[in-house]
């Protein structure tokens, strides 16, 4: 099955810099490729998804890039604000049905 | 439109005890899924269903059964909850991708 690796577990920026986080997928069948952001106590939510005839996709602040060759997708925040503060999931799947989730990253950005 | 509804959202069991967990989308989804999430591992797949009628086995499956009552509705059952199966979980629902959550159970077995 698919086995999907987030980096980094955590992450800790200044307001208005920049978060990075990479994720590495096995299956090389992998077509869609989206991104969750959960705060505390709260559901998953939606913030990007991707599809593997893509590359980058941006939505304001936010970008996902995807590298079909390295099996490798990143998340990309710019001018990070306080509520960007949540954990973030990458997530992989080749049919539709079973996502498989990375473990997460806890982003803290200091105000 | 409330989305995905899960009920109860809080419960706390005895070890040994049946519980089942309700879900209900109101989206027109065909397909519906189960997750438990735990500290540190992620959001893992229990079982799915793709469509009115059919149900799949996910990642961790074992101890859990599911319905598909009908299209609006998925439910899990624990049959005899153990410790183990202390965790959030989630019901999510997709017309292909992407899926979208329930707002969670918060599952203690004591």
């Known amino acids: 099955g698919e086995n999907v690796e987030q980096h980094p577990s955590t992450l800790s920026v200044q307001e208005g810099d920049s978060a990075v986080i990479k994720c590495t997928y096995s299956?090389?069948?992998?077509?869609?490729f989206p991104w969750y952001k959960q705060e505390l106590g709260k559901r998953p939510q939606l913030i990007i998804d991707i599809r593997s005839n893509v590359g980058e996709k941006k939505d304001q602040r936010i970008a996902v890039t995807l590298n079909k060759t390295a099996k490798h997708f990143s998340l990309h925040i710019t001018e990070t604000q306080p509520e960007d503060s949540a954990v973030y999931f990458c997530a992989a799947t080749s049919n539709d049905y079973k996502l498989s989730f990375g473990a997460g990253t806890t982003v803290t950005v200091r105000a | 439109n409330a989305g995905v509804t899960q009920t109860p959202k809080f419960q706390v069991l005895k070890t040994g005890q049946s519980m089942t967990l309700q879900c209900a989308q109101d989206?027109?989804?065909?397909?519906m899924y189960w997750y438990r999430q735990d500290p540190g591992m992620g959001l893992r797949l229990i079982y799915y269903?793709?469509?009115?009628?059919?149900?799949d086995k996910g990642e961790v499956p074992n101890g859990y059964n599911v319905s598909r009552l009908n299209k609006r509705e998925f439910s899990l059952r624990l049959e005899s909850a153990a410790p183990s199966q202390t965790s959030v979980y989630f019901c999510?629902?997709?017309?292909?991708?992407?899926?979208?959550f329930g707002d969670g159970t918060r599952l203690s077995i004591l």
């Open positions: 299956d090389s069948a992998s077509n869609y």
């Open positions: 999510a629902s997709s017309e292909s991708q992407p899926q979208h």
């Open positions: 989206m027109n989804h065909n397909s």
């Open positions: 269903s793709a469509s009115e009628g059919t149900t």
